[in-house]
């Protein structure tokens, strides 16, 4: 997936993503996001945005990646860059 598909950036997450014949979706945070807690938080807010909004994604295989670099305050941080990346991956 690293290598063969295509990359959208976001303030809070990344998707590495390609055209699959189904939806297929994964979740990763880094060791360097922080401490255990507040990757497990990172990870329980992904799944609950691709969860309100799985409708959403077209047949995509995603992995969608938090960056260690901006740690968002807010579940709506998340879901606010996770739209955002939806429109960038649909007009690709």
Sequence with gaps: MFQDG???RGRHLQFYYKEGN???IGFTVPKRFGKAVARN???RWMREVYRK???E???YWIVMMARPDAGPEKLK???G???RLLE???HK
């Design 57 to 59: 994604t077209g047949n």
């Design 88 to 90: 960038e991956l649909e």
């Design 6 to 8: 295509k990359k959208c």
């Design 81 to 83: 860059d996770f739209f």
């Design 41 to 43: 938080r990172m990870k």
């Design 53 to 55: 909004h799985r409708h």
């Design 22 to 24: 189904e939806r297929r």
């Design 77 to 79: 941080d998340v879901e």
